[in-house]
C-alpha cells in the first residue's frame, strides 16, 4: 500500500501474475517438442521412402524375371516368341488357379496371371524373332513413357537363358 499526497488516496499496488513466465515457458517447450517430432518423422520417412523404393525395384526386376522364363519355355514349348499384339497375355494359364506356394508362374512356365507393376499398371511388351531382342518395359509411377525418380522408366533389354539356344 502506499498514500498518494495529490489525490489523498491510499493505491494497492497489485503484483504482477506469475503465470505468465509460466505460459511463456509452456509454450517454447512445446515448440521445441513440436520440432523434435518434425525432425523424428522426418528422418523415419526418409527412411521408409528408400526401402520402399528398392522394394518396388525388386518386384519389377522378379516379375520380368517371371515374363522371361516364361517366354523362354513358350519358344521350347511351340519354337516361337510371343508377338506384340499377342502380348504378355498369352503366357497365361487358361482357367488355372495360383500355386500353393503364391508364385504366379505354374509349373509349366506360364503365368498364373498376368503381372503388374508396383503402381497396379501392365508391363509392356515388346517382341521379336529372338530372346535378346525382347524388350520389357515399366514406365514407372506414372504409367508413362519418361520422367524421373519414382516415374523413371524400368527396361529390360533380352531374356536370355544359359540353357537355350537364342534364336
Known amino acids: 500500500m502506499r498514500f498518494d499526497k495529490r489525490s489523498r488516496k491510499i493505491r494497492v499496488k497489485k503484483k504482477k501474475k506469475k503465470h505468465s513466465i509460466k505460459a511463456s515457458s509452456f509454450l517454447g517447450y512445446l515448440a521445441i517438442g513440436v520440432l523434435l517430432l518434425g525432425l523424428f518423422y522426418f528422418v523415419l520417412y526418409r527412411g521408409h521412402e528408400k526401402q520402399l523404393r528398392r522394394i518396388r525395384q525388386e518386384k519389377i526386376q522378379d516379375d520380368f524375371d517371371r515374363i522371361c522364363a516364361a517366354v523362354i519355355l513358350r519358344f521350347q514349348d511351340l519354337g516361337t516368341y510371343p508377338s506384340d ?11 488355372s488357379q495360383p500355386s500353393a506356394s503364391g508364385d504366379p508362374s505354374g509349373s509349366s512356365g506360364t503365368l498364373e496371371r498376368i503381372p503388374l507393376d508396383p503402381w497396379q499398371n501392365p508391363y509392356v511388351y515388346r517382341g521379336s524373332e529372338r530372346a535378346d531382342g525382347i524388350t520389357l518395359i515399366c ?29
Do not use: F, H, N
Open 85 to 95: 499384339e499377342e502380348g504378355i497375355a498369352v503366357l497365361v494359364k487358361k482357367g
Open 139 to 167: 514406365w514407372g509411377a506414372d504409367g508413362m513413357q519418361g520422367g524421373a525418380g519414382e516415374a523413371a522408366d524400368v527396361i529390360r533389354q533380352g531374356c536370355r537363358s544359359t540353357a537355350l539356344p537364342l534364336r
